[in-house]
């Protein structure tokens, strides 16, 4: 009888094997989707701190015309912890003389900072080095120059969303399009991509408005063969971006409220 048990037994361990073998090779490949940790020290520090630092990252164009009403909606913003960093090549001086006369007229030119290069047209290792300059703990907003925010309390829903918790890295909204005013088809973040690998997918990629921590930004090691010197152009930049979508993955928040409208005339 005794035998018997034994031999069961044994049997019953070599089915269980198997069984465990597998159970933990398909855990061990799920935490490759995993984001990495992102340990930054300031989200847990800061933890009470209900007013988070935003800044408006900004290249623009050589015509004034063109981003005269995203300068407006940033400067009619109810909440007031935000700063506007301006990438200024050779070819964009009226332009940036446009921006700098609208903010002194609102009494808020210690809101402006310009970044200069001597490229005649803006590049990526452009844009590396002016996000390379912000402080670890500022939240950057980055809409582009002929887009603007869709009402007064855009940064207030913001800063609900990252001061209510720290899970939250990366993000992005639905929008309207101009001149039809039609709603945007911006997608919801799907973990479904994540599963298939499909990050090129993302929707946080080919959004207009992104929304991230500089401080995530700077724990990123892009792919040594990607060339800084590309065009700064909205193709390059979701190349770009891609390690950051990557890792961000689980932490990406999609915001179903109308945020901006992008001008597609």
């Not at 069984?19 to 800061?46: D, G, H, M, V």
Request: charged share 25%; proline share 5%; glycine share 2%.
């Amino acid at each position: 009888m005794k035998g018997t048990l034994q031999k069961s037994f044994a049997f019953i361990l070599l089915l269980l094997i198997p069984c465990f073998i597998l159970f933990n090779f398909s855990f061990l490949k799920s935490k490759r989707y995993l984001p990495k940790p992102f340990t930054a020290e300031f989200i847990e520090k800061e933890a009470e701190f209900r007013e988070k630092p935003f800044v408006f990252l900004l290249y623009c164009s050589d015509d004034p015309r063109t981003f005269e009403q995203n300068i407006s909606s940033i400067l009619e913003q109810k909440y007031e912890n935000y700063r506007i960093v301006l990438m200024e090549t050779v070819n964009i001086s009226q332009s940036t003389a446009t921006i700098k006369t609208m903010i002194a007229k609102e009494n808020k030119s210690h809101l402006l900072t310009i970044i200069s290069y001597s490229d005649k047209k803006p590049t990526i290792e452009c844009f590396q080095r002016a996000l390379d300059s912000l402080k670890d703990d500022e939240i950057v907003i980055q809409l582009e120059c002929n887009d603007w925010l869709s009402n007064n309390e855009v940064l207030d829903k913001i800063n609900q969303i990252y001061s209510s918790s720290n899970e939250t890295w990366l993000m992005y909204s639905q929008f309207l399009e101009y001149p039809s005013y039609q709603r945007g088809s911006i997608d919801p973040y799907v973990k479904k991509m994540l599963r298939n690998r499909h990050s090129r997918k993302i929707p946080w990629l080919s959004s207009y408005l992104k929304i991230y921590y500089a401080g995530l930004f700077k724990q990123i090691k892009l792919d040594s063969r990607f060339n800084n010197q590309k065009p700064l152009i909205p193709e390059t930049l979701d190349l770009y971006f891609l390690p950051l979508a990557e890792y961000s993955r689980h932490h990406i928040r999609f915001l179903e409220d109308v945020l901006y409208v992008h001008n597609s005339s």
